[in-house]
């Protein structure tokens, strides 16, 4: 079967069964060539994992809006490429501009980001941060309760996973722990986010 043809079905099989093999064999397919697009869009800012979060984070987007029935005429190797290409230069610049504004004291990103704390120069944020922060005895307390409440608006799947991207472990690593497809996590992932970026949990 020819790479084309291969393509066409994973797509048919992720928009009519919700195929999370599909998925996974589409990420796989064009993984190396969007961090390599992400890494060249954020530029001399880029990290390997800011470049890693820009990719997962448009790939489970356009896994959830192709399964909601966006991108009707989507049927091709060629399609699903600029397609994939757009949405991660898109999410990259927006990172990027997230970071420089973040940098600058604006500090109102939600989301994965709302540990981040815009005083710290390296520039390090979110799921990572809560990791490898080392907060003052207060910001303990008010991270230990608000931390409480968020996972509280998660599923018992969803604040697994939290959990173990807390831990700094690579999303990868977190398919293995949890026995689930590396897509169905990145996907578990932007609902994580998209709740905590709702949430008014941190709003003062």
């Given at each position: 079967?020819?790479?084309?043809?291969?393509?066409?079905?994973?797509?048919?099989?992720?928009?009519?069964?919700?195929?999370?093999?599909a998925a996974q064999k589409i990420w796989n397919r064009f993984q190396k060539?969007?961090?390599?697009?992400?890494?060249?869009?954020?530029?001399?800012?880029?990290?390997?994992?800011?470049?890693?979060?820009?990719?997962?984070?448009?790939?489970?987007?356009?896994?959830?809006?192709?399964?909601?029935?966006?991108?009707?005429?989507?049927?091709?190797?060629?399609?699903?490429?600029?397609?994939?290409?757009?949405?991660?230069?898109?999410?990259?610049?927006?990172?990027?501009?997230?970071?420089?504004?973040?940098?600058?004291?604006?500090?109102?990103?939600?989301?994965?980001?709302?540990?981040?704390?815009?005083?710290?120069?390296?520039?390090?944020?979110?799921?990572?941060?809560?990791?490898?922060?080392?907060?003052?005895?207060?910001?303990?307390?008010?991270?230990?309760?608000?931390?409480?409440?968020?996972?509280?608006?998660?599923?018992?799947?969803?604040?697994?996973?939290?959990?173990?991207?807390?831990?700094?472990?690579?999303?990868?690593?977190?398919?293995?722990?949890?026995?689930?497809?590396?897509?169905?996590?990145?996907?578990?992932?932007?609902?994580?986010?998209?709740?905590?970026?709702?949430?008014?949990?941190?709003?003062?």
């Amino acid at each position: 079967m020819s790479d084309e043809h291969s393509v066409t079905n994973w797509l048919h099989a992720l928009r009519e069964e919700n195929n999370d093999d599909a998925a996974q064999k589409i990420w796989n397919r064009f993984q190396k060539r969007l961090i390599g697009v992400a890494m060249r869009q954020l530029g001399t800012n880029n990290r390997m994992t800011d470049a890693d979060d820009a990719v997962n984070d448009a790939f489970a987007s356009f896994c959830c809006r192709y399964e909601e029935g966006q991108y009707p005429d989507l049927n091709d190797r060629d399609g699903l490429w600029r397609l994939l290409l757009t949405m991660t230069e898109n999410k990259a610049r927006k990172q990027l501009r997230r970071e420089l504004a973040d940098k600058r004291g604006a500090g109102n990103v939600r989301g994965d980001s709302i540990f981040y704390s815009p005083t710290n120069a390296d520039g390090q944020g979110g799921f990572d941060r809560i990791a490898s922060t080392e907060p003052s005895p207060e910001d303990v307390l008010t991270l230990k309760e608000s931390m409480e409440d968020l996972m509280r608006e998660l599923t018992a799947e969803e604040s697994d996973i939290a959990v173990l991207r807390m831990q700094a472990y690579a999303n990868t690593e977190i398919a293995e722990k949890t026995k689930l497809s590396l897509a169905t996590v990145e996907r578990r992932l932007k609902q994580i986010r998209e709740k905590w970026s709702a949430s008014t949990v941190l709003e003062a």
